[in-house]
C-alpha cells in the first residue's frame, strides 16, 4: 500500500506464465552444471586431482575427481528434463558451497567469480522452494 492505495501490478497478465520463471531458471542451471562436470572430464582434470590429492586421496583423486563431474553431469540432466528437481537443487546447493571452498581454498583450480556461485546458490534455493515448475517430469503432490 503506498498512501493507502493498493500498488497494482505492472504487467498482471504475465502472471498466467509465473510456472515458467522455475522452468527457465531449472533450464539454465541445468546446463552450468553439466558443463562443470563435463569440466572435470577435460581441462580442469589435472587441477581436481591435485585438489584431492592435496587432502590425502592421492590413490583415488582420479576416482574423486570422476565421481564428482558424474555427478554434476547427472544432476544436470536432471534439472533440465525437470527430475527430482527439489533434490537436485539440495545436492547442488551443497556442492556450490564444496566448490566455493575448494576454489577459495586451492589455488590450483581455475577462479571463478563469487557472485556466479552467489548466482548458482540463488537459482538452487529457488528451484529447492518452488519445485520444478512447467514442463517437468516432476509432479507436484
Do not use: C, H
Not at 26 to 48: A, D, H, M, Q, T
Not at 92 to 112: G, H, I, N, P
Amino acid at each position: 500500500m503506498l498512501n493507502g492505495l493498493p500498488i497494482l501490478n505492472v504487467f498482471p497478465d504475465l502472471l498466467v506464465l509465473q510456472r515458467l520463471a522455475p522452468f527457465i531458471l531449472r533450464v539454465v542451471i541445468g546446463i552450468i552444471i553439466i558443463n562443470l562436470g563435463y569440466l572435470k572430464f577435460k581441462s580442469e582434470r589435472p587441477r581436481w586431482k591435485l585438489f584431492f590429492e592435496g587432502f590425502g586421496a592421492t590413490k583415488n583423486a582420479n576416482l574423486f575427481t570422476s565421481m564428482f563431474g558424474t555427478i554434476e553431469i547427472i544432476g544436470g540432466i536432471a534439472l533440465v528434463i525437470g527430475l527430482y528437481t527439489q533434490l537436485a537443487a539440495l545436492v547442488f546447493s551443497l556442492l556450490t558451497f564444496v566448490e566455493v571452498y575448494t576454489e577459495y581454498k586451492e589455488s590450483a583450480l581455475v577462479k571463478r567469480n563469487i557472485v556466479f556461485y552467489i548466482l548458482l546458490l540463488a537459482i538452487a534455493v529457488s528451484l529447492l522452494f518452488t519445485g520444478a515448475g512447467a514442463f517437468a517430469l516432476d509432479l507436484p503432490l
